[in-house]
């Protein structure tokens, strides 16, 4: 990502400062444009990426460090966000949601991710850890709704 | 920083009625397992859990209604959801998990499931 993020947070691996990120993810989303929906999906996966940083990378230890990086994207409307950490590196090939058929506990969050952003991509960072790159656009009614100038239905795709 | 979660129980005639008062992500989801697990280990008839001041849930809080659901399947005992809140009927959808689990409107409709 060339310019520099419009907003950066760095928390601990600790579970209950989730919340408070899903608070200011919500809030950038809303003046970007997202409608409700959107934005109840977009912190869901936001927070199912550091859920499984905080559980995969730090094995629930709660002292690690992600780094959580926000842009505002103007083509498309959008969000872009990049989350890092320092925790155990995984293949990205293995990083994978079960089956939904297969009903039990654990497993959604990547499936959430997936369903959820329109890009999603998991790499291992060259000087430890792992880098995660997310985007999520505009639909089409939110788009018409905030920028009717520059609306382009065929961006949407949910 | 997150409160920790409040759960509100009560039982009438075999139906025990969780009532979990806020979230219910990774760091209050064990809670809720606990309460599941206690509100089993007495045997009632039905359990319902009123969901109607949760405004999210994240795959954890998934998680554990899914634990709910097999844990009272074992123990033969009736499961409903009350009042689910469109955030959290959203995530039971993109999970496909909606249909897995009995749903009411309200907890009086869920105790007569």
Same mark, same amino acid.
């Given at each position: 990502m #060339?310019? #520099?993020?419009?907003?950066s947070?760095?928390?601990?691996s600790?579970?209950?400062l %989730?919340?408070?990120?899903?608070g200011a993810?919500d809030?950038?989303a809303?003046? /970007? $444009?997202?409608h409700?929906?959107s ?5 869901l996966? =936001?927070?199912?990426?550091l859920?499984?940083? =905080?559980?995969? $990378?730090y094995?629930?230890?709660i002292?690690g460090?992600i780094?959580?990086?926000m842009w505002?994207s103007a083509?498309p409307r959008?969000?872009r966000? /990049? =989350?890092e950490d320092?925790?155990k590196?995984t293949?990205p090939?293995? =990083?994978?949601g079960? #089956? ?6 654990g497993?959604? $969050?990547?499936?959430i /991710? ?5 890009e999603?991509?998991?790499e291992?960072?060259?000087? $430890?850890g792992?880098?995660?790159t %997310? ?6 009614e939110e ?10 239905? #065929?961006?949407?795709?949910s | 920083?997150?409160?920790?979660l409040?759960i509100?129980?009560s039982?009438v +005639?075999g *139906?025990?009625?969780?009532a979990p008062?806020? !979230?219910i992500d990774m760091s ?6 606990d309460a599941i697990?206690?509100?089993?280990a007495?045997k009632p *008839?039905k359990l319902?859990?009123d969901m109607?001041?949760?405004d999210?849930? +994240? ?7 899914? !634990?709910?659901l097999?844990?009272t399947r !074992?123990?033969k005992?009736a499961?409903?959801?009350?009042g689910?809140?469109p955030?959290?009927?959203?995530l039971? !959808?993109i999970t ?5 689990? *009995?749903t009411r409107?309200?907890?009086e409709d869920?105790?007569k499931?």
């Open positions: #060339e310019r #520099e993020p419009e907003i947070i760095r928390i601990f600790d579970p209950h %989730l919340a408070t990120v899903r993810v809030g950038l809303k003046c /970007i $444009g997202f409700d929906k934005r109840a999906l977009l912190t996966a =936001i927070d199912e990426a859920t499984n940083v =905080i559980r995969h $990378g094995g629930n230890q002292n460090m780094w959580l990086h505002r083509d959008g969000l966000i /990049i =989350i320092l925790g590196a293949d090939s293995k =990083i994978k079960r #089956e939904l058929d297969d009903v039990r506990p497993g959604l $969050g990547v499936h /991710i997936k369903e959820t952003m329109n999603s991509a998991w291992p960072r060259p000087s $430890g792992m880098r995660l %997310l985007a999520k656009w505009l639909n089409a788009l018409a709704a905030s920028y009717p100038a520059s609306s382009n239905p #065929e961006q949407s795709n | 920083m997150n409160t920790p409040v509100k129980s039982t +005639d *139906t025990t009625v969780l008062q806020s !979230e209050r989801a064990p809670t809720m397992r697990k206690s509100a089993l007495a *008839t319902v859990i109607s001041v949760v999210y849930v +994240d795959s954890s809080g998934i998680a554990t209604l899914v !634990e709910a097999k844990w !074992e123990a005992v499961l409903a959801l009350a689910l809140r955030r959290v009927k959203t039971l !959808e496909k998990l909606s249909a897995m689990f *009995t409107t309200t907890v869920a105790c499931v």
